[in-house]
DNA sequence: CGTCAGATTGAACAGTTTCAAGCAGCGTGG
DNA sequence: CCACGCTGCTTGAAACTGTTCAATCTGACG
């Protein structure tokens, strides 16, 4: 290994990289930047911006509603990518806040297309990892749409426990979440109020704990039963490309 | 032009094909398949099976929940892709219906990644293409949080006049609509009757009529408005690659 | 010490579901 | 040719889930 970034860590896990593609892959890191918490990097509507790759810290993207409403689609960790779909797109169809102070590297979309003529294993690369959050946003979807409110917020902290397990960011007995009940609510499509509520059922019904930044399964087994959890979607077990 | 299917429109919207391409893209298409209405060409959990490109019909994804309620993820059009992030991911996170007869071609996975090696601009139109399906599932996922009922009906009858319009199946005026009462509500996250209620609301309102087979918007602009509709994410504005 | 973001709780209210019933159209088999 | 069963649509009433409004509390921080 020449490199062990974040997103070598993950592309890795599915093709097998050999040396010269993990120098292309180097190469595309180009500056360090950070953000603070809560001031957006990318707005909804903006064309002609740069996608990073997030190295620390957690961000979330989002949409707004012309009544103010907001719907958190996703929560990204580090490893994933933050604006891919908008430079693709070449209009972001959505808005990008740091949900902590985050350090990213830019990725030029040129370089990243250029990238896959040296090496085309790296775009079926990026199209896996592309789906893989496609996967995840599809889950949220059924989250919402088919879930009351107490199995969606089960299931919700769940899978980001096993989303940030794969990182080595948390384990079956929690994880740090530095998420407010305000994140909580506009991801889930409830009310903070009910937000609220729901937590304090989970709790005093022994099954979670959400408390001071840090996501605690008190019974990790009845709560996967409760939310109907089945993380098989996340499942990889080694590399699928060789 | 040497080609001209659904997926080769779709593709060259974003792309510029050059002959080599164009010849590429066409050997990717294998046997040509059809599937009668209402039995799943893909099932949840399924692994090693084909990608698909949709010639005729309707199609769509779904996820079933263990206590058997289902939640519609996406409704599939001509041009579109069946199960490519099945196969990319390996496994089938979800089903797949032909809402109508449908007829397909299917693709082989290998040949698309060979497909790549030897025309890079290949894997990043399916990227871009991958990146719209997404974009769809997350314009989606906010209908479903954030909007109510009637705004839900409206703006997801909107956006697929919008989608239809683009593969030359529908305008201002309405569409050809397969769908039962049943799939929106199960698209929607809504009850059945609810969705019943709903449209007859909308019909009163004189804004939308879908009855039949056939949706009418009564009254576009007044709809667009009720539902808050913005298209932008869905433009393209001619190929963004050269 | 005052302010502010975030968390917490209660009570009234609204939107949506569930249950129940009935109707129309359509294909099938007696 | 008609009765039957099935799918899809329609409507009302009761029940429930989650929202809104309003108030209070806490800890961090300047």
Redesign the pocket.
Known sequence: MIDNTPLVRKIGAFVALSDPELSVLASLHKRRRTFVAGRDLVHQGQTEQAAYILASGWACSYKLLSDGQRQIVDFQIPGDFLGLRSVLLHVSDHSIEPVTDIEVTEVLVADLLDAFTQTPRLATAVLWAASRDEAMVVEHLVDVGRR???ERMAHFLLEFGARLALVGLGNKDGYACPL???HLADAL??????V??V??QLREAGMVTF?DGFVAFDDYDQLVKFAQFDPSYMDHKGPILR
């Open positions: 009351n409110a107490g407010t009940q305000y499509g409830l009310s903070a109020v009910h609220n509520r937590l304090r408390r």
